[in-house]
């Protein structure tokens, strides 16, 4: 059975940091690709980033570069999301996904929240 165990998420700051996990098990995990996506209340999901199945590139939707970091320890089979400069609008609650079919693609980014399997999901809460 996929599971996908997102923790990591909080009340912060704004301006602050936060590291989400995301510990995987029940399948390859070097054979899926993996990533992040978000979804605020009353907002439609919003992919953030992946790494792809075939050959461990990342990729960030365009909205996304700059604050967000993707990186994974195969050792431990987790994905993680650094998260830098925390500002209100970040408040979502944080999701990671993975899919045995798709590459990570500038393209296929943006399909994240449609990935065949994701967590239940980590809050994250700025304050202003």
């Known amino acids: 059975e996929v599971q996908l165990q997102a923790s990591g998420g909080g009340l912060v700051q704004a301006g602050g940091s936060l590291r989400l996990s995301c510990a995987a098990s029940?399948?390859?995990?070097?054979?899926?690709?993996i990533g992040w996506f978000r979804q605020a209340p009353g907002k439609a999901p919003e992919a953030i980033s992946c790494?792809?199945?075939?050959?461990?590139?990342?990729h960030y939707a365009a909205s996304m570069s700059g604050r967000f970091t993707i990186s994974e320890d195969n050792a431990k089979d987790t994905v993680y999301l650094q998260i830098n400069s925390l500002k209100p609008e970040d408040t979502a609650v944080y999701y990671c996904?993975?899919?045995?079919?798709?590459?990570?693609?500038?393209?296929?980014?943006?399909?994240?929240?449609?990935?065949?399997?994701r967590g239940q999901g980590t809050q994250v809460t700025v304050s202003s």
């Open positions: 029940g399948f390859d995990f070097d054979s899926y690709t």
């Open positions: 790494i792809s199945s075939n050959d461990r590139t990342t």
């Open positions: 996904a993975a899919d045995p079919y798709l590459v990570c693609t500038v393209v296929t980014v943006s399909v994240l929240p449609r990935f065949d399997y």
